[in-house]
């Protein structure tokens, strides 16, 4: 299963998960995961396929919204340095910018009909 947009999964504040070649995928899906506060890191194994690291992901919180981006087209990592980023999409943050947008343009219409005015 190739995801490169989005795909509902199971990260609220985003994850790096990273390949290590010599590391192995957990047995306890919440084992080998750290949080930083903002992020979750995990190794992974070279061969670890997309639903592996999918299904491990999904164990963390309950399903959300997320983008996965994968450095390589495969559907299994086959190299170390691979990384596999999750990140939310925060719903709040796209709305406040179309607002704002929204606010400065009209500010710029009215500003522009005022100067062309005099």
Do not use: Q
């Amino acid at each position: 299963m190739h995801c490169s947009a989005i795909c509902p999964i199971g990260i609220k504040k985003g994850a790096d998960v990273t390949v290590d070649p010599d590391g192995g995928v957990a047995k306890d899906p919440n084992e080998g995961w750290t949080f930083d506060g903002s992020r979750y890191t995990k190794v992974f194994s070279v061969g670890t396929t997309l639903k592996e690291i999918m299904d491990d992901l999904g164990a963390l919180e309950k399903p959300d919204h997320v983008i996965i981006s994968v450095t390589s087209s495969e559907d299994v990592l086959t190299e170390a340095g691979m990384t596999v980023t999750v990140g939310w999409i925060n719903y709040v943050n796209i709305l406040l910018v179309i607002i704002a947008l929204i606010i400065v343009s009209v500010l710029a219409y009215k500003l522009y009909k005022r100067e062309r005015r005099d």
